[in-house]
């Protein structure tokens, strides 16, 4: 069965701080590793996919790396609106469905 | 273009009570999918569908939960006799034709069973 395991539970952050989210996952072939962001009270909402070990997304002030165990989400001089919960999930390589972590909780003060 | 939408936004029910709950995917994207998150949980997969093929139910908790997708198209997630553990958000997702392609998540309902 697949499993991830996202790290830590909560971060909070003062604004232009840095600092990384972590994704543990076991799977049994990787199809794909997907990162997304949710707001409070909404659907989540697709940020990367990355599927192979090396592999590197940019968008604004994220980056997601992935290695064969682990993925990180990088957060780089955070602002407020980057409050959100993220979440990783991953897609094995005999299935279709997202298997999820429960969340990193970040919260960036002014 | 429009994305996925869900109907309705919130419901109240009370025990033994059946609700449904409708999904509208992306036009065009073939697959269908219906998580639940509960309170402080990760999103917990219930069911899947592709195009005319068979559904993947393994994800259903119970005999209760049954759901169906008329035309390729819509969907509606139906719980009977609800109970008070059903209480989650059932959250929708659509994705287009092909293995890797990320799902795109509606805004979800939040069920509250009394």
């Known amino acids: 069965e697949d499993q991830v395991t996202q790290s830590p539970e909560a971060l909070r952050l003062q604004e232009g701080e840095s600092s990384s989210l972590n994704c543990s996952y076991t799977v049994s072939g990787l199809r794909g590793l997907f990162w997304y962001r949710q707001d409070p009270g909404k659907g989540p909402e697709f940020l990367f996919t990355?599927?192979?070990a090396g592999e590197e997304k940019e968008k604004e002030r994220l980056k997601a790396t992935l290695t064969k165990k682990e993925s990180f989400l990088h957060i780089t001089a955070p602002k407020p609106e980057d409050s959100a919960t993220y979440l990783c999930a991953v897609q094995g390589s005999n299935d279709y469905k997202l298997s999820f972590g429960a969340g990193t909780t970040v919260t960036v003060r002014a | 273009g429009a994305g996925v939408s869900q109907s309705p936004s919130n419901k109240v029910t009370e025990k033994g009570k059946d609700v449904e709950l409708r999904c509208d995917p992306i036009s065009g994207h073939t697959a269908l999918y219906w998580y639940r998150q509960s309170l402080g949980q990760g999103l917990e997969f219930l069911i899947y569908f592709q195009g005319n093929s068979a559904p993947d139910k393994s994800g259903l908790p119970s005999d209760r939960f049954s759901a169906e997708r008329t035309g390729g198209s819509v969907s509606t997630l139906t719980i009977q006799r609800t109970q008070q553990e059903d209480s989650a958000v059932y959250l929708c997702a659509s994705r287009r034709q092909g293995d890797r392609n990320e799902q795109f998540f509606g805004p979800g309902t939040r069920l509250t069973v009394l």
């Open positions: 990355l599927y192979s």
